[in-house]
Every structure is written in structure tokens, then in C-alpha cells.
């Protein structure tokens, strides 16, 4: 099992993959700009899950701590955050679920990223670590919820190698019950991102929280 820090730890997507991942065996450090507020969502996670191996941190604690960290903050100020987390991040594998969004009176939209995504453009603010983008399409809301597996959805995942892939594809199991699908290269990311502005889309229209399946895999 591997110790993940989840960075965005205290928001809802962070805060849903967080509880997935320690319900199922991993453990796991809520990384925050504050201490006390991730301290305070992992004592969230273990009123649900009492043996869970979870706690709270500063973010660049909570990174030197992981094997594993899991970018799930906001698109507005990722490069500050992932450029001064650098240094820590080097040697590591990172996972990006960053989905630039936008909203106007059109409803959501993928904003034009000029690296291509966010997941490419936190691996050229920290070369020394490698980047996988994934769990891009999980709602927040199923994450949280009393669901054992979200077995009726898929994560895909993207990168550039094949090992710190193949250890992102295992870890979906603590959230699909199932391997992730390998979705490609890094650069997919660009398109895997704004995908989540369609889901919104979905779940407004038809009161959902909907993911996606790929069909014509055997699992």
C-alpha cells in the first residue's frame, strides 16, 4: 500500500479521493496551506473510517512524507503552488486530476492552458518528478459518498512512463473496485481535462453525477 499525500486535500475532490484511498488501506496526508484545516478534514475521514491511516499537514510536509502525491487543488494558482513545491516533489510521482475550467452564462468550458494542460505544465515546473494525469472525471460528490466502489465508472490515465502509470492504474482500485485504463500519453491530458466541463454539463441537465465507462474492455 502506498502513503499518498493529497494536495487540495481540504476541497471536495481532494477530500473525496483522500477518503477512497485510506478506506481502502492507503495511507494518507491531507496537504494544506494550513495544518490545522487539513488536520481538521482528516479527523473527517476517520469519523468515517475510525482505523484509517490519515492526517494533516502543511503541504510541503505532507509531500516530503509521500510516495505518492495527488494534485487536487484549484486551476487558479496551480503554477505558484507546483513551482514552489518543486524541490519537494523531485523523485516523486505526481498524480494531476487540475481541471481548468471556466464558467459563464454559456455554462462550464476548458480554458485554453498555454502548456496544453495542467497536468503537462506541472511537469515542466517540476522536472525532477513524474507526471500522471488521472481521476479527472470522478464527481466529488459519488467520491464522497457511502458507495463502496464507484464501479460504474472508469478512471483513465495518462502519462509518459510506464511504471508510474502502471502504479496509478492499481491505486483506481480503491475508488472503481477496478484497475484504471491506460488512456495514453501525457499530452492527452489536454483533452481529458476539459471533458469534466461535458460532465458538468451532464449532471446539470439530467440532476446526476455522472462518469465516464469505456466499453468493449474486459476487466
Given at each position: 500500500?502506498?502513503?499518498?499525500?493529497?494536495i487540495g486535500g481540504t476541497g471536495p475532490?481532494?477530500?473525496?479521493?483522500?477518503?477512497?484511498?485510506?478506506?481502502?488501506?492507503?495511507?494518507?496526508?491531507?496537504?494544506?496551506?494550513?495544518?490545522?484545516?487539513?488536520?481538521?478534514?482528516?479527523?473527517?475521514?476517520l469519523q468515517r473510517v475510525p482505523d484509517?491511516?490519515?492526517?494533516?499537514?502543511?503541504?510541503?510536509?505532507a509531500v516530503a512524507a509521500a510516495d505518492?502525491?495527488?494534485?487536487?487543488?484549484?486551476?487558479?494558482?496551480?503554477?505558484?503552488?507546483?513551482?514552489?513545491?518543486?524541490?519537494?516533489?523531485?523523485?516523486?510521482?505526481?498524480?494531476?486530476?487540475?481541471?481548468?475550467?471556466?464558467?459563464?452564462?454559456?455554462?462550464?468550458?476548458?480554458?485554453?492552458?498555454?502548456?496544453?494542460?495542467?497536468?503537462?505544465?506541472?511537469?515542466?515546473?517540476?522536472?525532477?518528478?513524474?507526471?500522471?494525469?488521472?481521476?479527472?472525471?470522478?464527481?466529488?460528490?459519488?467520491?464522497?459518498?457511502?458507495?463502496?466502489?464507484?464501479?460504474?465508472?472508469?478512471?483513465?490515465?495518462?502519462?509518459?512512463?510506464?511504471?508510474?502509470?502502471?502504479?496509478?492504474?492499481?491505486?483506481?482500485?480503491?475508488?472503481?473496485?477496478?484497475?484504471?485504463?491506460?488512456?495514453?500519453?501525457?499530452?492527452?491530458?489536454?483533452?481529458?481535462?476539459?471533458?469534466?466541463?461535458?460532465?458538468?454539463?451532464?449532471?446539470?441537465?439530467?440532476?446526476?453525477?455522472?462518469?465516464?465507462?469505456?466499453?468493449?474492455?474486459?476487466?
Amino acid at each position: 500500500m502506498a502513503h499518498i499525500a493529497v494536495i487540495g486535500g481540504t476541497g471536495p475532490q481532494g477530500k473525496g479521493l483522500a477518503y477512497r484511498f485510506a478506506k481502502h488501506g492507503h495511507q494518507v496526508t491531507l496537504g494544506s496551506r494550513s495544518a490545522d484545516r487539513a488536520s481538521e478534514t482528516a479527523a473527517e475521514i476517520l469519523q468515517r473510517v475510525p482505523d484509517a491511516q490519515v492526517s494533516g499537514a502543511a503541504n510541503q510536509d505532507a509531500v516530503a512524507a509521500a510516495d505518492l502525491v495527488l494534485l487536487a487543488v484549484p486551476y487558479d494558482g496551480h503554477d505558484e503552488l507546483v513551482a514552489a513545491l518543486a524541490p519537494e516533489l523531485a523523485g516523486k510521482t505526481v498524480i494531476s486530476c487540475v481541471n481548468p475550467l471556466g464558467f459563464d452564462k454559456g455554462g462550464p468550458f476548458g480554458k485554453v492552458v498555454p502548456g496544453g494542460s495542467a497536468a503537462e505544465t506541472a511537469a515542466s515546473l517540476a522536472p525532477e518528478a513524474t507526471l500522471v494525469g488521472a481521476f479527472h472525471h470522478v464527481s466529488a460528490v459519488s467520491l464522497w459518498s457511502e458507495q463502496e466502489y464507484l464501479d460504474h465508472e472508469d478512471v483513465l490515465v495518462c502519462g509518459d512512463d510506464a511504471d508510474a502509470k502502471a502504479t496509478v492504474i492499481e491505486l483506481a482500485v480503491a475508488v472503481t473496485g477496478r484497475p484504471g485504463v491506460d488512456a495514453g500519453k501525457l499530452r492527452l491530458a489536454a483533452q481529458l481535462e476539459p471533458f469534466t466541463a461535458v460532465l458538468i454539463s451532464i449532471n446539470k441537465k439530467y440532476k446526476t453525477q455522472s462518469g465516464l465507462v469505456i466499453g468493449g474492455l474486459e476487466h
